[in-house]
C-alpha cells in the first residue's frame, strides 16, 4: 500500500482527495516504478481543480512527472535499481501519474537519469525545465548565438520561465525577464536576467508591428503576451512557444512573420520523441547551474498539494514545487 493522490467525478462533479492505494491497482506497463519525487505543475493544478479539462479518464492519479528507482520490469531497457525519469506522454491525463508512491508505466516513455542528476534535482527540473531546454534547443537549431541579441522570457518567474533564463544566462545569452510580480525582480537577477519587463507592457493589444527589440524568445503565455512577443522580434528571429498562461488565442497578424521572417516555434513536451528527451536531459546535466537550481524550489508535501494548487493557478508561486515521495530511495 502507498500513498496517493486520486481525482474522481460522479454526478455532483469532480473532486480530489489524497488516499491509500494496492500495486495491484495500478494499471499495465512493463515498467513498476517505486517514486522518490514529483512535482506540482500548472497542468497538475488544472487536473486537481478541473478547472480545465485536462483529466480524460476517471479515476486518475495526477502528476505529470516523476523521478525514481525501477522496482520491477519486463522490458530489457529496464533493470531493478535503475534510476529513471518520465515527463508527459498523457501521465496524469489518461494514464495513472507521479503524485504516488508508485507508477506503472510503458518502458518507452522513461528515460534513464543522467549521472550527477539526483532523482530530486530530476523534480526541481521537472516538467517544466525539460520544457525550458527544448526551447533553448530550438533557438539553438535556428542559429541563434549571444552575439545575435537579447533573448526574452516570458512568465520568467514561473517553473519553465526560471530554468529558461537560468539556462541562457549561463550559455553567454543576455536574458530579458517578463514577470508581473515586482518582488520577484531579485530573484531574476540571481538567476541572470540583464533586464526586466513588466508584464502589463506586453499585455496590451498588439500592433502588427513594433520596434524590434530581440534576437528570440520563449513564451509560456500566448495570447496578447506572445503576440506583442512576436511583433518585437528582430528580423529572422525565432519565438518558442510551449505556454497558453495568458490564453489560447493569438491575437496577431502574419505581419512578423513575411515582413522580418520571424518563426514561432511550437514546443510540444508531452509526445516529444525520445532521443530528443534523452538529449535535452543530457544538456540539462550539463548546462543547468545547480545552485541556481536550488533557488527555484520550494518542497511541498503530498499532503498540501491539494491546498497549494489554486495559487499555482493564480500565479503566485515561484519557481519549482517539489513534492518527496520517498526521497531516501532514489
Known amino acids: ?22 500495486t495491484a491497482q495500478l494499471p499495465e506497463g512493463e ?5 522518490a519525487w514529483s512535482t506540482l ?3 497538475d493544478a488544472l487536473a486537481i481543480t478541473g478547472t480545465s479539462p485536462v483529466v480524460r479518464a476517471f479515476p486518475m492519479v495526477p502528476g ?3 523521478a525514481g528507482v525501477v522496482a520491477e520490469s ?6 531493478p535499481g535503475d534510476r529513471v525519469v518520465l515527463n508527459g506522454w498523457g501521465v496524469g491525463e489518461t494514464h495513472w501519474g507521479g503524485l504516488s508512491g508508485r507508477a506503472r ?10 549521472a550527477g542528476i539526483s532523482t530530486r534535482q530530476a523534480m526541481a527540473i521537472g516538467t517544466a525545465g525539460y520544457t525550458a531546454m527544448l ?6 537549431r535556428h542559429g541563434l548565438t549571444p552575439g545575435d541579441g537579447e533573448i526574452v522570457v516570458t512568465g520568467a518567474a514561473g517553473g519553465v520561465g526560471s530554468v529558461a533564463v537560468s539556462l541562457l544566462a549561463g550559455l553567454g545569452f543576455r536574458v530579458a525577464a517578463v514577470t508581473g510580480r515586482a518582488a520577484e525582480h531579485g530573484y531574476l537577477t540571481e538567476l541572470g536576467a540583464a533586464t526586466i519587463i513588466d508584464r502589463a507592457e506586453l499585455s496590451a493589444p498588439s500592433r502588427p508591428l513594433a520596434r524590434e527589440r530581440w534576437s528570440g524568445g520563449i513564451d509560456v503565455a500566448g495570447g496578447p503576451v506572445l503576440a506583442n512577443v512576436l511583433a518585437a522580434t528582430r528580423y529572422r528571429g525565432i519565438v518558442a512557444a510551449c505556454g497558453l498562461a495568458a490564453g489560447m488565442d493569438l491575437p496577431t497578424t502574419v505581419a512578423p512573420f513575411i515582413l522580418r521572417g520571424v518563426t514561432l516555434a511550437g514546443i510540444d513536451s508531452v509526445m516529444c520523441p525520445k532521443a530528443e528527451r534523452a538529449q535535452a536531459w543530457q544538456r540539462l546535466a550539463r548546462d543547468l547551474d545547480r545552485t541556481k537550481l536550488e533557488r527555484m524550489v520550494t518542497e511541498l508535501p503530498l499532503t498540501e498539494v491539494l491546498a497549494v494548487a489554486p495559487a499555482l493557478l493564480e500565479g503566485k508561486v515561484r519557481g519549482r514545487l517539489v513534492v518527496p515521495i520517498a526521497p531516501d530511495i532514489g
Open 105 to 114: 508505466v510503458k518502458a518507452d516513455w522513461l528515460v534513464a537519469l543522467p
Open 31 to 35: 515498467v513498476l516504478v517505486d517514486i
Open 64 to 66: 505529470i512527472d516523476f
Open 74 to 79: 519486463s522490458s530489457p531497457a529496464f533493470k
Open 1 to 22: 500500500m502507498f500513498d496517493a493522490l486520486l481525482i474522481e467525478k460522479s454526478e455532483a462533479g469532480q473532486s480530489a482527495r489524497l488516499t491509500r492505494l494496492d
Open 135 to 140: 526551447c533553448v534547443m530550438a533557438l539553438e
Open 41 to 43: 505543475n500548472y497542468k
